[in-house]
C-alpha cells in the first residue's frame, strides 16, 4: 500500500524560499506518475508538478522557472524546491503517485490515485 508523507511547509515572506519533502512508502518506482499539487481555500486543487518515468517534467505555467520537482529514488523522496515565491503560492501542497504511467495529463488531479495529507505553505507579502 502506497503512503505519501509531505512535510517542510512553513511561513515565509515573498521572495524567500522553502523546500517540500514527501516521505514515499510502498512505492514502485517503474511505470508510474509522481507530482505535487497544491489547493488554496476556496479553490480546486491544481497540478503544480508532475513527471512520469521516462517522460518530461510538467510545470504550470505559474510556477515555470521558479519551482523544480526532483526526486531521490534511495531515499523513497520526492522534493518540491520553491524559490521566489509569491502570495499566491500560498495554499495546501499535496504530493501524489500513480501507477500505471499515464502518458498525458500530468498535471490532472483525477489522474493520480495515491495522496498525502498535504503541508502548508503561507506567504506574506
Known amino acids: 500500500q502506497v503512503q505519501l508523507v509531505e512535510f517542510g511547509g512553513g511561513s515565509v515572506q515573498a521572495g524567500g524560499s522553502l523546500r517540500l519533502s514527501c516521505a514515499a512508502s510502498?512505492?514502485?518506482?517503474?511505470?508510474?506518475?509522481m507530482g505535487w499539487f497544491r489547493q488554496a481555500p476556496g479553490k480546486e486543487r491544481e497540478g503544480v508538478a508532475g513527471?512520469?518515468?521516462?517522460?518530461?517534467?510538467q510545470y504550470t505555467n505559474s510556477v515555470k522557472g521558479r519551482f523544480s520537482i526532483f526526486q531521490d529514488v534511495a531515499k523513497n523522496a520526492l522534493y518540491l524546491q520553491m524559490n521566489s515565491l509569491k502570495p499566491e503560492d500560498t495554499a495546501m501542497y499535496y504530493c501524489a503517485y500513480r501507477r500505471p504511467r499515464a502518458w498525458g495529463g500530468l498535471l490532472d488531479v483525477g489522474l493520480y490515485n495515491s495522496w498525502g495529507q498535504g503541508t502548508q505553505v503561507t506567504v506574506s507579502s
Open positions: 510502498g512505492v514502485i518506482y517503474t511505470d508510474y506518475c
Open positions: 513527471f512520469c518515468d521516462f517522460a518530461p517534467t
